[in-house]
């Protein structure tokens, strides 16, 4: 996978503000902030988006993610917060190593906003069974 900001953070050769470190993780401040608060959560594994992760790194981001979430929620004094994880330039993504946002939301006009163009679900049924056969379900 090519280099990017955030394997060059792993490696050591760009300095980050590190908030949590095990094996498989690592958690740090977002340079440019949405909120107070807001902090990457990144795999050690270097996929670029999510659907090219391993178990075993989704699993550790799993198992860690909801202890970062307290965490930022008890220094930045916020109750809610927004965890985000974007795959794709479309979709938002500029850096091309996976990683959650954890952005805390202290008021309506603050922190994350979201455009949610929502449709009415058609067929539910035949999707559904699609998505289960893609699965392998
Ligand atoms: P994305 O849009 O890919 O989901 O978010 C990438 C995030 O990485 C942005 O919020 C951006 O501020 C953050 N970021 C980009 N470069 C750096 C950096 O060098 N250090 C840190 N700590 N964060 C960065």
Same mark, same amino acid.
């Given at each position: 996978? *090519?280099?990017?900001?955030?394997?060059?953070?792993?490696?050591?050769?760009?300095?980050?503000?590190? #908030?949590?470190?095990?094996?498989? #993780?690592?958690?740090?401040?977002?340079?440019?902030?949405?909120?107070?608060? /807001?902090? !990457?959560?990144?795999?050690?594994?270097?996929?670029?988006?999510?659907?090219?992760?391993?178990?075993?790194?989704?699993?550790?981001?799993?198992?860690? !993610?909801? @202890?970062?979430?307290?965490? #930022?929620?008890? #220094?930045?004094?916020? @109750?809610?917060?927004?965890? !985000?994880?974007?795959?794709?330039?479309?979709? /938002?993504?500029?850096?091309?190593?996976?990683?959650?946002?954890?952005?805390?939301?202290?008021?309506?006009?603050? &922190?994350?906003?979201?455009?949610? *163009?929502? &449709?009415? !679900?058609?067929?539910?049924?035949?999707?559904?069974?699609?998505? @289960?056969?893609?699965? &392998?379900?």
């Amino acid at each position: 996978m *090519p280099e990017t900001i955030f394997s060059k953070i792993l490696s050591g050769e760009i300095p980050c503000h590190k #908030v949590y470190e095990d094996a498989r #993780v690592l958690a740090f401040l977002d340079i440019n902030p949405l909120a107070f608060g /807001h902090t !990457l959560v990144i795999p050690k594994e270097p996929a670029p988006t999510m659907d090219a992760l391993s178990e075993e790194s989704a699993a550790a981001l799993g198992a860690v !993610l909801p @202890r970062l979430c307290r965490a #930022v929620m008890e #220094v930045s004094g916020c @109750r809610h917060y927004n965890l !985000l994880q974007n795959n794709g330039a479309p979709a /938002h993504q500029a850096v091309f190593h996976v990683h959650f946002h954890i952005i805390p939301k202290p008021s309506s006009d603050e &922190g994350l906003g979201i455009g949610w *163009p929502a &449709g009415s !679900l058609e067929d539910g049924a035949a999707l559904a069974e699609r998505l @289960r056969n893609a699965l &392998g379900a």
